[in-house]
């Protein structure tokens, strides 16, 4: 082995020459009477698990120089049995060299495709900010497919002047099949929330997105919220779980809406209002945004994540820890089970720090968040150029309009 260390790095594969030196002690151990010559060839077979071609070439050089010093060693090198082990050894070696050729090829290539995922997905689905303004936060996502850092939940922040807008959904499906529409609702959101006087409107402009893709027969559930610096929130809630509220007292509260509001994607069943919740935050209030991959998570008896059991997990340490806990808390729950253990799970925790220092305390909202102006026209919503042909939302714009007389 002292030997084996001199030789350059990456000659010889170092399994592979155990190998090959287990069946020469076996060898010895049996003396002359059998030999196991063609047995050396375990020693290139094992190097191609792991090992570079160059490797595998030294580890079968080496098996073969022991199995001849054993042959000569007992006079049967120049036999046909002999003979005919070493050329077994050699073949050998050239059939594992090609094969570990072609396996570290597939893995340079695998090695490069899980990079370009990464930057995509990374694009697609950057890391959060941990705070913006007096807002603090800590996000945790788990995708379906384990390979996979995003899939069909969404999840994301937008900074907006004097608050946040936030964005936590659902897209119907699970795993990477879902990733295309959700990109497209992530991109409809970070476009339209800076810049979008009214939450509403945010709202529409992602059902455009949805709409738009007549390939997808899919819906998306989803809660669109936005918070001022002065602790006023506001949600809409197109059919999604209710944000959970912990008061700076450790007192849990729902922010239930009067009606939760019909998914992206189903406006043309019924009317597409979604439902609507306002509250006002005090320093150190949390929120915990999340989707049905948290309460819908089930034990082996079939028994859903008990959320309400657990607000005290959300409120006695960092963002981030009672996130990773509650996580952590999740797959405890459902390690024995399968039901609700392959669902994409998106959580967001924020944290209002209070106003900022020398403001007045006072409304600081958006003046079109305090009431309920008409809806957009078919002209600013861009409909006169869209592509989809019987629009739901179209029709329902129109029959909101004021008739002239």
Same mark, same amino acid.
């Given at each position: 082995m002292r030997h084996l260390k001199s030789l350059p790095r990456g000659a010889v594969d170092c399994k592979g020459v155990c190998a090959v030196l287990a069946v020469a002690l076996a060898d010895l151990a049996t003396g002359d009477e059998a030999r196991?010559?063609?047995?050396?060839?375990? !020693?290139?077979?094992?190097?191609?698990? /792991? !090992?570079?071609?160059?490797?595998?070439?030294g580890t079968g050089t080496i098996a073969a120089l022991v199995a001849a010093l054993l042959a000569l060693s007992d006079g049967t090198l120049a036999t046909h049995k002999g003979l005919s082990a070493l050329a077994v050894i050699v073949l050998f070696t050239c059939f594992a060299a090609a094969v570990a050729k072609h396996r570290r090829g597939q893995e340079t290539h695998l090695a490069a495709t899980r990079r370009v995922a990464h930057a995509a997905q990374h694009a697609i689905a950057p890391p959060l900010p941990a705070a913006?303004?007096?807002?603090?936060?800590?996000?945790?996502?788990?995708?379906?497919?384990?390979?996979?850092?995003?899939?069909?939940?969404?999840?994301?922040?937008?900074?907006?002047?004097? =608050?946040?807008?936030?964005?936590? !959904?659902?897209?119907? =499906?699970?795993?990477?099949?879902?990733?295309?529409?959700?990109?497209?609702?992530?991109?409809?959101?970070?476009?339209s929330?800076?810049?979008?006087?009214?939450?509403?409107?945010?709202?529409? $402009?992602?059902?455009?997105?949805?709409?738009?893709?007549?390939?997808?027969?899919?819906?998306?559930?989803?809660?669109?919220?936005?918070?001022?610096?002065?602790?006023?929130?506001?949600?809409?809630?197109?059919?999604?779980?209710?944000?959970?509220?912990?008061?700076?007292? !450790?007192?849990?509260?729902?922010?239930?809406?009067?009606?939760?509001?019909?998914?992206?994607?189903?406006?043309?069943?019924?009317? =597409?209002?979604?439902? $609507?919740?306002?509250?006002?935050? /005090?320093?150190?209030? /949390?929120?915990?945004?999340?989707?049905?991959?948290?309460?819908?998570?089930?034990?082996?008896? =079939?028994?859903?994540?008990?959320?309400?059991?657990?607000?005290?997990?959300?409120?006695?340490?960092?963002?981030?820890?009672?996130v990773e806990r509650l996580r952590a808390d999740i797959l405890l729950h459902t390690a024995s089970g399968l039901q609700g253990a392959h669902d994409d799970s998106a959580l967001l925790l924020i944290e209002f720090d209070g106003p900022p220092a020398g403001n007045l305390p006072g409304p600081s909202r958006h003046p079109a968040l305090d009431r309920a102006p008409d809806a957009p026209s078919v002209e600013e919503l861009g409909c006169t150029v869209?592509?989809?042909t019987a629009c739901p939302l179209r029709t329902t714009l129109e029959d909101r309009r004021p008739k002239s007389v």
């Open positions: 196991f010559l063609p047995a050396y060839a375990i !020693g290139p077979a094992v190097s191609t698990v /792991r !090992g570079t071609p160059r490797a595998v070439i913006h303004g007096q807002v603090r936060m800590a996000a945790s996502y788990a995708s379906a497919d384990p390979h996979a850092r995003i899939g069909g939940d969404l999840c994301e922040v937008v900074p907006v002047k004097n =608050g946040v807008r936030i964005l936590i !959904g659902d897209v119907q =499906g699970k795993g990477l099949g879902t990733v295309a529409l959700s990109t497209a609702l992530l991109s409809a959101f970070r476009e929330a800076p810049s979008e006087t009214r939450l509403e409107t945010v709202g529409l $402009r992602m059902s455009c997105a949805l709409l738009r893709r007549p390939d997808e027969e899919r819906f998306a559930t989803l809660a669109l919220v936005e918070l001022t610096s002065q602790g006023h929130l506001t949600a809409l809630n197109y059919g999604h779980p209710s944000p959970h509220v912990i008061k700076v007292d !450790g007192a849990p509260l729902w922010a239930d809406t009067a009606q939760s509001g019909l998914p992206l994607g189903l406006a043309a069943l019924a009317d =597409g209002e979604p439902g $609507r919740h306002s509250t006002t935050l /005090r320093a150190g209030d /949390r929120v915990l945004f999340h989707t049905d991959g948290l309460t819908e998570a089930r034990d082996p008896d =079939g028994r859903f994540y008990p959320l309400d059991e657990r607000t005290a997990t959300l409120r006695d340490a960092p963002l981030e820890t009672c869209c592509a989809v």
